[in-house]
């Protein structure tokens, strides 16, 4: 059962423009959301992450926007790249509950137009 | 510094076959875990680790088998391959003051099971 559900499931963006990718989850006991970014034939590597008591992270180019209310979590990635296409996993983990496992999303694939 | 790796890279083998792939790595990280990558699925936990001898289930555990006699090296066995074992397996780590949080992925090992 996947508990944090990821869109688009694809995503091509014109070079200099804007990467947008959603996450929704269910479980209210998620404290900590990360995004990964895996490039072909790597293993994924973390990105940005942020914690509830905030609604918005920035780390250069990538911002996460979290809605609490909702339930959502989105990652930005403003003036995206070539260099950027990869595919993006949002996740989810709660300190409350045994193991603090991370849920991960099915993933977006992005690829960005030079 | 290696970090972490994992062997061998690509497998073929035949349904009803025991395979062993490894996974080592160079920080002394207390916790290490399997997933595997499926189309559509994302990340799925298989098994995890927070320590030398201590090993438990994650999300899709049924027909793996995993030990941990050195911290360093976290081998995961598909006891009679199947075919719905085709995936792309990684292997992760992290450290204990970190938790689950940030993971650090190896290479992956693509198998192929005929």
């Known amino acids: 059962q996947q508990q944090v559900k990821q869109s688009p499931q694809s995503l091509i963006v014109q070079k200099g423009g804007i990467s947008i990718i959603n996450c929704a989850y269910e479980n209210t006991a998620f404290d900590y959301f990360p995004w990964y970014q895996q490039f072909p034939g790597k293993g994924p590597a973390l990105l940005i992450a942020?914690?509830?008591?905030?609604s918005e992270k920035k780390e250069g180019r990538f911002t996460i926007s979290f809605n609490k209310s909702a339930k959502q979590f989105s990652l930005h990635i403003m003036d995206s790249q070539p260099g950027d296409s990869a595919t993006y996993f949002c996740a989810a983990s709660s300190t409350l509950e045994y193991g603090n496992k991370l849920v991960f999303g099915a993933g977006t694939i992005l690829r960005v137009k030079s | 510094d290696a970090g972490i790796t994992q062997s061998p890279r690509y497998k073929i083998t035949e349904t009803g076959r025991q395979v062993t792939l490894m996974c080592h790595q160079t920080w002394s990280h207390s916790y290490m875990f399997w997933y595997r990558q499926d189309l559509g699925h994302g990340l799925r936990l298989i098994y995890y680790s927070a320590a030398a001898d201590i090993t438990d289930k994650g999300e899709v555990p049924d027909g793996y088998v995993v030990s941990r006699s050195k911290t360093e090296n976290f081998p995961l066995t598909l006891e009679s391959a199947t075919r719905s074992q085709t995936s792309v397996y990684f292997c992760?780590?992290?450290?204990?003051?970190?938790?689950?949080?940030?993971?650090?992925f190896g290479p992956g090992t693509r198998l192929l099971v005929l």
């Open positions: 992760a780590s992290s450290e204990e003051r970190e938790g689950w949080e940030t993971q650090y």
């Open positions: 942020i914690r509830p008591d905030v």
